[in-house]
């Protein structure tokens, strides 16, 4: 069985690898497919970018096509950054600035007024136009400095429920383990499981 990861992001193409390894999945993207277009993530919720991009890369390649929008949401930002988490700083901005950005707008809240939660939604996109969501979700504080090297995005200043690490001071599988991704995909795979012999 084939799918295309409808993104580019390679450090999302090997968190995602990695957490399929153990299925009988060639798993393609967008760089086997230079001729498809890139798709703008405008809508104003997870899902619906999600579904987008799946769509419209299911109909390019004529494959069953895999993408997800994921993002941080602070609950005292009145859920930002949301669906702006990768361009949060600004469309150019990098994971250094919209952290930076995060954390100026947090420095007055008490630790008690830090939780927030990683969101992700997976979109299954097959080409005669079926489509199926999967969600996960990954509940946490935001630190008050970036710690760690691992990871991408928000990683050094997230600390999962339970833990005195961030994410990025996490070895990747232990990410996985407790990642909203690995947990929309462990979804994503149960379902999966029904289509392959």
Known sequence: MEIVLATRNKKKVEEIKRILSDMNIAVLTLNDFPFCPEVAEDKNSFEGNAIKKAVAISKCTGRIAVSDDSGLEVYALHNAPGVMSSRYAGEAADDTANIKKLLNEMKDLPDEERGARFVCCISLAFPEGSVVTFWGLAEGIIGR?????????????????????????????????????????????????????
């Not at 710690?147 to 991408?152: A, E, K, L, S, T």
């Not at 833990?163 to 149960?190: C, G, Q, V, W």
Request: net charge positive.
């Open 145 to 197: 400095e970036p710690r760690g090297r691992m990871g991408f995005g928000y990683d050094p200043v997230f600390y999962p429920s339970g833990y005195n690490r961030t994410f990025a001071e996490m070895a990747p599988e232990e990410k996985d383990a407790l990642s909203h991704r690995r947990i929309a995909l462990e979804k994503f795979k149960n379902y999966l499981k029904n289509f392959i012999v």
